[in-house]
């Protein structure tokens, strides 16, 4: 397979292939564009032509209240509200494609702070592939219980639906995509200059800044004090039933009612783009009589 650069790819898609990526190995949902926050609780459906999720509601609006009384949530409750995890040190996750390998910091001497970064790494891409580095520091879960997704699950307009049931926070990301000419990228969060607190606060908290030596991939930063960014999300669909069987399976309970929609395309090439599916010519003899 020819290598190939996405500044010389008119026609890929960037943003499918890293959820792609991602999703085969998380098997969540990234979100290319970390800014823009995804909200725990909000139903509808993937784009298929982009991979961003299209919102059509939330189980926290005035006009959803009726349908969680009827499911026995009481809306007046904190029942169904996002619930928060602990906060983790950091969350790092790569594609099949990338091997995670030694990182020599004497070769990066020249990047203040590199050696004493929170979160730092090496990984080698394979040539002709596509690869993807996601990357967390201080991650912050938000996540509806499985005892309200029980309940959820027997909402009539979330049978046709997905619904955000976990979101991760973070006060700073990185998201990488390669090309296909099989890089080795360093990336790490280094400490700067400390904010300086408004006047008459006590509070000073210490800024960080992403560097990387990325030159032919994609490369998406943010750096902030507080948790306001979501690279990463939970979707899930209610489990349709199944034809009974001979002998019944497990009543499923909770969680269990729901589980992960598919990718909304087919596999893609490493470019993004969707293998043409040619349909067999039909326009053949068949109707001719046989002697």
């Not at 520091?137 to 699950?153: C, E, F, Q, W, Y």
């Not at 904010?195 to 930063?221: C, F, N, Y």
């Amino acid at each position: 397979m020819p290598l190939w650069s996405w500044n010389t790819q008119p026609n890929s898609h960037a943003q499918r292939k890293f959820i792609e990526l991602i999703f085969d190995r998380t098997g969540k949902y990234a979100n290319w564009d970390p800014p823009s926050e995804i909200h725990v609780g909000s139903y509808g459906n993937i784009d298929k032509a982009t991979g961003n999720l299209s919102v059509e509601g939330t189980i926290y609006s005035d006009e959803f209240k009726q349908l969680l009384i009827n499911a026995g949530i009481d809306p007046e409750s904190d029942e169904h509200h996002a619930k928060d995890c602990p906060d983790e040190s950091e969350f790092t996750t790569w594609s099949k494609n990338v091997k995670r390998i030694e990182m020599n910091v004497d070769s990066h001497a020249g990047v203040p702070g590199i050696a004493t970064a929170s979160i730092k790494g090496s990984w080698q891409v394979k040539k002709g592939t596509t690869g993807a580095v996601l990357l967390m520091n201080n991650p912050r879960m938000k996540h509806i219980t499985s005892d309200v997704l029980g309940k959820l699950a027997s909402i009539k307009l979330l049978q046709s639906m997905h619904l955000v049931t976990k979101v991760f926070y973070c006060p700073a990301f990185s998201l990488y995509l390669s090309d296909t000419s099989g890089e080795k990228i360093t990336m790490a969060l280094l400490a700067s200059a400390p904010i300086v607190a408004p006047v008459g606060t006590l509070e000073t908290k210490a800024s960080m800044r992403w560097w990387s030596d990325t030159q032919t991939g994609l490369a998406r930063h943010g750096c902030k004090t507080e948790h306001c960014f979501t690279p990463l999300y939970e979707l899930l669909h209610v489990r349709h039933p199944r034809y009974r069987r001979s002998s019944p399976s497990p009543e499923r309970t909770g969680e269990q009612l729901w589980v992960p929609p598919p990718l909304p395309w087919a596999p893609l090439r490493e470019d993004g783009t969707e293998v043409p599916v040619y349909l067999p010519d039909n326009t053949d003899s068949s109707g001719s009589e046989e002697e």
